[in-house]
C-alpha cells in the first residue's frame, strides 16, 4: 500500500480539482446540473482514484487505478475543450 498524500501525482491532482472547480464557479447557471457538473466529477475522479488505487493491496491493482485517473483526466480535457467550443 501507498500513502496517497505523500504521492506527488496526487497532490497535483488535487490541486487540479481545486481549480477546475474555482473555473466552473464562473460557467453559466443553466450548465450547473449538466456540463459543469461533469466537469466537476471527472474533475475530483483524477485523485479520488489515485487514493483508491493506493489504498489497493497490490502494485497490480494501483496501476490499474492510475490507468483509471488517466482516462479521467483525458475525460476532463475533453469536456473542457468541448466547452469552450461552445463559448457559453
Same mark, same amino acid.
Given at each position: 500500500m501507498h500513502n496517497f498524500k505523500e504521492l506527488k501525482i496526487w497532490q497535483e491532482a488535487m490541486t487540479l480539482a481545486k481549480k477546475v472547480f474555482e473555473l466552473s464557479a464562473s460557467f453559466p447557471a443553466n450548465e450547473k446540473y449538466g456540463l459543469t457538473s461533469q466537469i466537476n466529477r471527472? =474533475?475530483?475522479s483524477v485523485p479520488?482514484? *489515485? =487514493?483508491e488505487?493506493?489504498?489497493r493491496g497490490?502494485?497490480?491493482e494501483f496501476i490499474q487505478f492510475l490507468? *483509471?485517473?488517466r482516462?479521467? =483526466?483525458f475525460e476532463l480535457?475533453?469536456?473542457?475543450l468541448f466547452y469552450k467550443a461552445l463559448a457559453l
Open positions: 471527472s =474533475a475530483v479520488s482514484n *489515485i =487514493a488505487g493506493a489504498g497490490s502494485d497490480k490507468n *483509471i485517473a482516462g479521467s =483526466a480535457e475533453t469536456q473542457l
